[in-house]
């Protein structure tokens, strides 16, 4: 049996790490080859985007898209860990009765361009070791403001719960925004604490949830009547790249690794923007590989290159 190439979307289930789908997925596919771009913690729930065989190289181009969630704040206090999970911080204070011009206000000074505290128990590495670890070692965790932004953080309902205050919001963001931070400043603006109590993540960019399939744990399922349906790799790069079709001669030279010509058509480079990169395709929509446009040259060059078996 050839091995899988591809990207699969999976809609997380509650209390599994992200580790676990993976674990799951290799089970299932019969391949080690399988990652993740973007962590979601075990409360989470949503998109969780995967990358099989091949696919694993493609996630460097998905894991810094952004990001929209929907997720519940529970204002009145804090916790140790920013969401539900972790010890209650400082005293209960009464958030019911909070004005929607002060929440509003609030939530202004969280959007657009913001310089963002992670939290504590996140997994960012400090010396080669997860902040996490440290945190739940004993260890006094300082990390650096990070600049983020966030797009959309809108209010949807709110309830009260006896002197706690219930929101649910939605949050758009781009990627290495924390949802429970968010919550956490949100209630430290108020004066009255906040924490995270529900989080799922709807869409990584172009990529719903709704498309999404449930990968179910053993016992919950026959492996033989799972389905894990791949997207191929030239679909999903043209989703979030520009994309352009190289002739078969031009194909065979970039899969030797070679340079090759512009081809006419090509997508117009910006001035003053980013680096572009393009996903090269061949006549059948293919993924040939990623390329970039050589300084001072009319010839592209590869960035990543797919072997001809796992084209797709």
């Not at 000074?109 to 739940?136: E, H, M, N, W």
């Amino acid at each position: 049996m050839s091995a899988p190439h591809g990207i699969l979307l999976v809609d997380k289930a509650p209390d599994r790490t992200s580790h676990d789908v993976v674990a799951r997925v290799r089970w299932l596919l019969h391949t080690k080859k399988v990652g993740h771009a973007g962590t979601l913690d075990p409360m989470a729930t949503g998109l969780l985007v995967l990358g099989i065989g091949q696919g694993t190289r493609l996630l460097t181009h998905l894991v810094g898209l952004s990001k929209t969630y929907t997720a519940t704040i529970r204002l009145g206090r804090g916790t140790t860990t920013d969401d539900r999970e972790g010890e209650a911080l400082g005293e209960l204070v009464d958030a019911s009765g909070i004005a929607p011009e002060a929440l509003e206000a609030a939530l202004a000074s969280l959007r657009g361009p913001i310089l963002q505290v992670p939290s504590t128990v996140s997994a960012i590495k400090i010396d080669g070791k997860r902040a996490y670890a440290r945190a739940r070692a004993g260890e006094q965790v300082e990390l650096a403001a990070r600049p983020i932004t966030v797009s959309r953080f809108e209010v949807r309902a709110r309830r009260s719960e006896g002197p706690f205050l219930d929101l649910d919001v939605v949050v758009g963001c781009t990627s290495g925004t924390y949802v429970r931070a968010l919550a956490r400043d949100l209630g430290a603006a108020l004066g009255v604490g906040g924490h995270l109590t529900a989080l799922r993540r709807r869409a990584v960019g172009p990529f719903d949830v709704a498309d999404a399939v449930h990968v179910p744990s053993r016992g919950e399922a026959e492996d033989a009547a799972v389905a894990l349906p791949l997207r191929g790799l030239g679909a999903v790069a043209s989703q979030v790249m520009p994309s352009l079709v190289l002739d078969e001669e031009a194909a065979r030279d970039l899969g030797h690794g070679k340079q090759v010509p512009v081809p006419d058509g090509a997508p117009a480079q910006e001035a003053g923007g980013e680096d572009p990169r393009w996903a090269a395709l061949d006549t059948r929509s293919r993924l040939l590989g990623i390329v970039a446009p050589a300084q001072g040259a009319a010839v592209l060059q590869p960035v990543l290159v797919v072997p001809p078996e796992a084209r797709c």
